[in-house]
Structure formats: structure tokens, C-alpha cells
């Protein structure tokens, strides 16, 4: 039976470890490859990792660091941020990543989705979609979180679902760092309204948090940040905490 | 972590098709072979002991660019005139078979008899088949050794191998329907899941592939 994922989300910008309130507000948490070689060792599911500044500072993805974490991972990892080009794409999985995030560059030219999937599977095509409620309604913003695009969410999800992305990392920005539980109507507005996996983020601060995503809102994973870095919360407390209320998770194996 | 304090003394090969990563395949094969080449050209795979095809992409993407470097029937002589053991990893697993199915159909290696077509899917399932999943062991299998049963792997994929042999199928995933996990025919080998992202699990398939495949 497939599993449900937990996924440490990590923010990366110039070189640290951040992560903030409501998609501003970054403060320094630390670095990456310790954080990956720790994750790593504590047998995550997935890890997913974001480079915040790159979009808005208009840089290439940092393929060289990249490359770096990668070799510290040995579960599957996401990486996005800045990735604007089917070269991008294919040099960020040169270096190591399984999966590219993609997000501000496609509202420019959606057609990036589905080059990336014709050439490298939509498998490894993962598509952010930042949201915040503008009027009432769950609204794209792009550049982390500050750009707004205008699209509603649920058009632009179905719209990257026939382009050809592989899973839907869906964020609701306005609870991102606040440890306030998910977005559970839009989260399972949108897992209703596509045929990919979708990963919950935004909001997740204690245990119920992640069982309510996947028990009300159906998601296929649960991604957080901010828990692990200010609580005591780890990967494995919120796996055990979804087995006893019968959700399948992987507990992982010792050999 | 469990650290493999002796390297096992082979060459193992893994084969760049050009479209797939190679960094973590190769990290997980050097903390468990004594030497890991990447294979580019046909002539290189002269000085190997065993071969890794690994694979994200498309079938006839990739098929294309191992027909344009030669590699085709190179990993074909390889593993069918000269025997040596071969692994194929998720799209590597699938160009194993006769034909693949995906982005219209494309002639494979031809090596275990099968087509690759797409998973089968029921009212509430999801294609891409991602996330972790348990495979359970059709009789002895090498791989599987010394990993508990019903362990779970990495996968991600929308496409599965039919074996024309059932024999070939090794080791079964549930997803909607049972696919093949593992195939088998001989000295050539496939696993539909990522062993080089599975963790512990799955550096143990490739210790195993590298001491007793």
C-alpha cells in the first residue's frame, strides 16, 4: 500500500538555513547539509528544499550547492527556486535533485511544464503554488510569495495538471510559519479537482495539524517547516501519530 | 546508520544515458563497490564487473540516446553474449523490455521479454505511482536478501513492465494492481523503485546486487 509522505520543507537563502512568518520575515535557522545529513539519518520520506531569493533576485538555481546536498541525500529530494528554463531543469537533476519545484517562471511560460515532462517525466515536474485569499478567493502569488499573479488557484492547478506536472506542492502563504493548522477547504477543493498527488504545506504546528490534512483534506503528503525548527516535533513523532489513526505511513526499517 | 566497513572488490559500471541523475546512484555505489565508472561510450564497459542502467526520463528519450552513443547494444553484448550481471533502475528497469508504451511505442533492449505500458489506475488513484511502498518477494529473491518482508521503497513512475514470463516478476508492488517491483531473468535484473533513495532499505539491495548478483 503506497504510504502517506512527511516532508521537511527547508528554505535556502545565500547559503543559510531560514524560515519565516507568512512567507517574510526569514530568520536564520542554521545551514543546510547539516540539517540534510540529520533528516538523512532520522530516515525521512522525502525532503524538499527551496531557495527563496532566487526568483526575485532573478539568479540561475545554484546548481554547484545543489550538488552538494544532493550527495548527502539518500531519500528522494525536490528542489526549486529560480528554475526558469528546460536547461535549468535538466542541470538541476544533473546535479542530483529527483525533482524540480517550478513556480514564479511558469506563469510567464506554462509551456515549461510541459517541455520538462515530455523530456524528463512528469514524474519528477513538481509545480509550487503559492496562494494567498484575495476577496475571498485562493489567489497565485509568485517571487515567494509576493507577486500576485492574479489566477485563481484551482484554474491554474488544473491548467499545470494538463500541462503535464507530476504532484502539486500547494502553500497557503498567510499560514505559512504560523503553526496554525492547514488550509483544509482549499487543500481538499484542489486534491478533488486533479488526478496528481498533492502535498500539503502551510500552517502544519502540532500532530493533529498533519492527520487533519490527510484524513479531512485527503492530501497525499504533509510538508512542514517551521515545526520542525521550533518544536520538539520530529518527522517520525508525526508518522507514529498517523499509524495509530490507521493512516499507512512508513516507519522505516533497521539493517 | 550502519556503515559498510569493507568495500566489495568490483567494478561497477553505470551507464549515463544523459537524461538522469547520476550523482546519488554513484554516491550509494561508492560506499559499497571499489570502483564505480561512468559509462558513456561502448567501449568502456570492457574493464567492468557489473552494470547499473538507471533511469528517470522517458522511454524514448532514453532509448534514443543509448542507441546515438552505441550503448544499446553495448549494455546488449554486456549482458546477453558475455552474461555479466546487469541492474536496471525505474526507467532503466522498463528498457529492458521489448517495447515501451510511453509518448507512443518504442522499441526497448529486448532483454526481458515484456512491454511497458501505463499503470492502470481506479476511480481514486494517482498517476505518477510516487511515494513509498511495500514490495513483497515472489520466491528467493538476491536482492531482497537480509531485507524484512513487506519493506518499503521509493517509487515514481506512471509506467509498468509486463513480463511476458511470469516467472520474471520477482517481486510484486500494489498500486491499484499488482505490478512487477523486481524482474529477473538470469544475470539481468530490474527494480521499478529507486533503491539509491530508499535509505537503508535500499543500499542494501545494491550491496546485495554488488555481493551475490
Known amino acids: 500500500m503506497l504510504k502517506t509522505r512527511v516532508i521537511p520543507v527547508m528554505l535556502w537563502k545565500r547559503g543559510t538555513l531560514v524560515k519565516g512568518k507568512q512567507f517574510d520575515h526569514a530568520r536564520n535557522v542554521g545551514t543546510v547539509l547539516p540539517s540534510i545529513k540529520v533528516y538523512n539519518s532520522r530516515d525521512v520520506d522525502e525532503l524538499v528544499l527551496l531557495d527563496i531569493d532566487a526568483s526575485t533576485l532573478g539568479c540561475k538555481p545554484r546548481f554547484l550547492e545543489i550538488e552538494w546536498f544532493a550527495r548527502e541525500c539518500n531519500v528522494p529530494l525536490a528542489v526549486g527556486g529560480g528554475i526558469s528554463s528546460e536547461d535549468h531543469v535538466e542541470q538541476v537533476l544533473r546535479a542530483g535533485a529527483d525533482k524540480v519545484v517550478l513556480n514564479s517562471a511558469i506563469y510567464a511560460q506554462p509551456e515549461l511544464v510541459r517541455n520538462a515532462s515530455l523530456q524528463f517525466g512528469s514524474q519528477c515536474v513538481v509545480v509550487g503554488v503559492d496562494y494567498r485569499f484575495v476577496g475571498g478567493v485562493p489567489t497565485c502569488f509568485s517571487n515567494a510569495g509576493k507577486v500576485n499573479q492574479g489566477t485563481r488557484v484551482d484554474q491554474w492547478v488544473k491548467q499545470v495538471h494538463d500541462l503535464g506536472a507530476g504532484e502539486i506542492l500547494l502553500t497557503d502563504c498567510s499560514r505559512d510559519g504560523m503553526m496554525c493548522g492547514y488550509d483544509l477547504e482549499t487543500i481538499g477543493q484542489i486534491v478533488d479537482s486533479v488526478a496528481i498527488p498533492v502535498i500539503a504545506a502551510g500552517g502544519a504546528g502540532s500532530l493533529d495539524h498533519f492527520l487533519d490534512a490527510v484524513i479531512i483534506s485527503r492530501a497525499d503528503a504533509v510538508a512542514a517547516g517551521s515545526v520542525f525548527h521550533f518544536t520538539e516535533i520530529t518527522p517520525r513523532n508525526i508518522k507514529d501519530h498517523l499509524a495509530q489513526n490507521g493512516v499507512p505511513v512508513r516507519l522505516g526499517v533497521s539493517l | ?213
Open chain 2, 1 to 213: 546508520m550502519v556503515v559498510e566497513q569493507s568495500l566489495i572488490e568490483t567494478t561497477v559500471g553505470v551507464v549515463d544515458v544523459g537524461i538522469a541523475n547520476l550523482g546519488s546512484i554513484c554516491r550509494s555505489l561508492h560506499e559499497i563497490a571499489s570502483k564505480v565508472v561512468i559509462v558513456r561510450t561502448p567501449d568502456q564497459l570492457e574493464n567492468i564487473d557489473r552494470l547499473v542502467l538507471p533511469g528517470v526520463g522517458a522511454f524514448p528519450v532514453a532509448m534514443q540516446r543509448l542507441r546515438a552513443s552505441g550503448l544499446d547494444s553495448g549494455v546488449h553484448v554486456f549482458a546477453h553474449h558475455f552474461q555479466k550481471p546487469l541492474l536496471g533502475i525505474c526507467l532503466g528497469m522498463q528498457l529492458l523490455a521489448d517495447i515501451g508504451e510511453e509518448h507512443g511505442r518504442t522499441a526497448g533492449l529486448g532483454l526481458i521479454a515484456g512491454r511497458v505500458r501505463r499503470l492502470k489506475v481506479g476511480p481514486r488513484q494517482r498517476v505518477p505511482h510516487v511515494g513509498w511502498n511495500s514490495v513483497s518477494a515472489v520466491g528467493d529473491s538476491l536482492l531482497l536478501k537480509g531485507v524484512p518482508l513487506q519493506t518499503d521503497f521509493y517509487f515514481v513512475h506512471s509506467f509498468v513492465f509486463d513480463v511476458v514470463d511470469p516467472t520474471s516478476s520477482i517481486g510484486v508492488c500494489d498500486y491499484g494492481e499488482n505490478f512487477a517491483a523486481i524482474v529477473r531473468r538470469a544475470n539481468i535484473h530490474g527494480v521499478q523503485f529507486h533503491p539509491e533513495k530508499s535509505s537503508f532499505a535500499g543500499r542494501r539491495v545494491l550491496k546485495n546486487f554488488c555481493e551475490y548478483c
